[in-house]
């Protein structure tokens, strides 16, 4: 489930400074909003699926981005990454 936010980060050491927003925004845009949303009144399932739906956009951007520099088109949906986001905010608060 990592391996598309790997291969993100990698992309991003080694794009050109005006591309970053494109694989940055769709993070900045979960994590936020995995935050935000979060309150732990809801299963995770519950908050992806808002995370998904804020951050439809950005995930669209981050996608096109992606295909166009990896050739590659088998990549998470907008809502796995969402899930993904939140479980990992919700280790981190235990950690915190």
Known sequence: MLAPLLLAANLM???APNEV???AGY??????????????????ASVARAVAARCQ?????WLAFMTR???????????????????????YRKKR
């Open 27 to 44: 993070s900045d845009c979960a994590i936020r909003n995995a935050v935000s949303l979060d309150t732990g009144g809801a299963d995770s």
């Open 69 to 91: 520099k990896t050739q590659l088109r088998a990549f998470l949906s907008n809502y796995d990454l969402a899930l993904a986001t939140v479980e990992t905010q919700r280790e």
């Open 13 to 15: 050491t080694s794009s």
């Open 21 to 23: 927003p494109q694989l």
């Open 57 to 61: 956009r950005e995930y669209e951007d």
